[in-house]
């Protein structure tokens, strides 16, 4: 798909149920056209990896995605050597009187490749969007190793050689920011933070992500989301919590908030038994009233 414009991507976006203001909108379509990786911060569940999900879709091409955590190492990020295969074709040559050569042990046809050297790899026909989810989980050795790839698109892998991209891949990388990243790797990237959306905007987003939704059921519980991330909470429900709560409630067959079926559903919007006990009755009573005002 060919973008023009920052608002035809907008368009775009919107078309796949993706609602982007007009910053988030300029920073990927500066991505899109400068080929720089996006950096996207924020808290959890505001749709960083879904605008890579997105993307993937509205570009046509395969999103490839690397969920990163504590304990990350090239092995499971970029690639490993089968081993077992490697063996058994060394017992395969001894036994035919055949010695394999290094070359031959190390080959290709006995790499087994991960997501880091699939994105680096893969051109047609077209290249793919990478996700690097969560960048902020790896440890800082890992957060170094991606500076060769994010610079180059290049990854080297000493048995066999450097491996570059014939067509760099979009590159989104997410963080909820539980660690501070290092300089060196945001420098590669353009940045954008994604905050909670206005009530607009996240009544606009249940609309398009649940349009079967009771009109008033939406205005209701988008209105009593953004009234509980007021409230001093150890985890603060984000657009993710409000779409599930909304499906919830349509699968419990409500068409309005009511205060028993509100305290008995706060565990999907809520994670902690803390946060359901502080607002469970009288908080969420006022909370209720207040919304079904502002409707």
Same mark, same amino acid.
């Given at each position: 798909?060919?973008?023009?414009?920052?608002?035809?991507?907008?368009?775009?976006?919107?078309?796949?149920?993706?609602?982007?203001?007009?910053?988030?909108?300029?920073?990927?379509?500066?991505?899109?056209?400068?080929?720089?990786?996006?950096?996207?911060?924020?808290?959890?569940?505001?749709?960083?990896?879904?605008?890579?999900?997105?993307? #993937?879709?509205?570009?046509?091409?395969?999103?490839?995605?690397?969920?990163?955590?504590?304990?990350?190492?090239?092995?499971?990020?970029?690639?490993?050597?089968?081993?077992?295969?490697?063996?058994?074709?060394?017992? *395969?040559?001894?036994?035919?009187?055949?010695?394999?050569?290094?070359?031959?042990?190390?080959?290709?046809?006995?790499?087994?490749?991960?997501?880091?050297?699939?994105?680096?790899?893969?051109?047609?026909?077209?290249? #793919?969007?990478? +996700?690097?989810?969560?960048?902020?989980?790896?440890?800082?050795?890992?957060? #170094?190793?991606?500076?060769?790839?994010?610079?180059?698109?290049?990854?080297?892998?000493?048995?066999?050689?450097?491996?570059?991209?014939?067509?760099?891949?979009?590159?989104?990388?997410?963080?909820?920011?539980?660690?501070?990243?290092?300089?060196? +790797?945001?420098?590669?990237? +353009?940045?954008?933070?994604?905050?909670?959306?206005?009530?607009?905007?996240?009544?606009?987003?249940?609309?398009?992500?649940?349009?079967?939704?009771?009109?008033?059921?939406?205005?209701?519980?988008?209105?009593?989301?953004?009234?509980?991330?007021?409230?001093?909470?150890?985890?603060?429900?984000?657009?993710?919590?409000? *779409?599930?709560?909304?499906?919830?409630?349509?699968?419990?067959?409500?068409?309005?908030?009511?205060?028993?079926?509100?305290?008995?559903?706060?565990?999907?919007?809520?994670?902690?038994?803390?946060?359901?006990?502080?607002?469970?009755?009288?908080?969420?009573? #006022?909370?209720?009233?207040?919304?079904?005002?502002?409707?």
């Amino acid at each position: 798909m060919n973008i023009a414009s920052i608002d035809s991507l907008q368009e775009a976006l919107q078309e796949h149920h993706y609602i982007a203001d007009r910053g988030l909108a300029t920073s990927l379509f500066l991505s899109l056209k400068l080929r720089r990786p996006l950096f996207l911060e924020g808290e959890t569940g505001v749709g960083k990896t879904e605008i890579a999900k997105v993307l #993937a879709r509205l570009l046509d091409t395969e999103l490839i995605r690397l969920q990163c955590y504590e304990g990350l190492d090239v092995h499971h990020a970029v690639y490993e050597w089968n081993y077992t295969r490697q063996m058994m074709s060394i017992r *395969l040559a001894e036994g035919s009187g055949k010695e394999l050569g290094e070359e031959e042990i190390f080959g290709p046809q006995f790499l087994l490749r991960r997501p880091l050297l699939q994105a680096v790899e893969h051109s047609e026909p077209r290249p #793919a969007v990478l +996700l690097i989810d969560e960048v902020d989980r790896s440890d800082e050795e890992f957060e #170094a190793f991606l500076l060769e790839i994010l610079s180059d698109f290049q990854i080297t892998i000493p048995e066999i050689g450097t491996v570059r991209a014939a067509k760099p891949p979009m590159v989104v990388l997410t963080s909820n920011r539980t660690r501070e990243i290092h300089d060196a +790797l945001k420098r590669r990237c +353009l940045y954008f933070w994604i905050d909670y959306p206005s009530f607009e905007k996240e009544l606009q987003i249940v609309q398009a992500k649940i349009p079967d939704a009771p009109a008033k059921l939406s205005r209701q519980v988008t209105r009593f989301v953004q009234e509980m991330r007021q409230v001093d909470l150890y985890k603060i429900p984000g657009v993710a919590e409000t *779409l599930d709560w909304i499906t919830a409630l349509i699968a419990l067959d409500q068409h309005s908030l009511e205060l028993t079926v509100v305290d008995e559903t706060l565990g999907v919007i809520l994670k902690y038994q803390e946060d359901i006990e502080k607002v469970q009755g009288d908080t969420t009573l #006022a909370i209720i009233e207040r919304a079904h005002t502002a409707t």
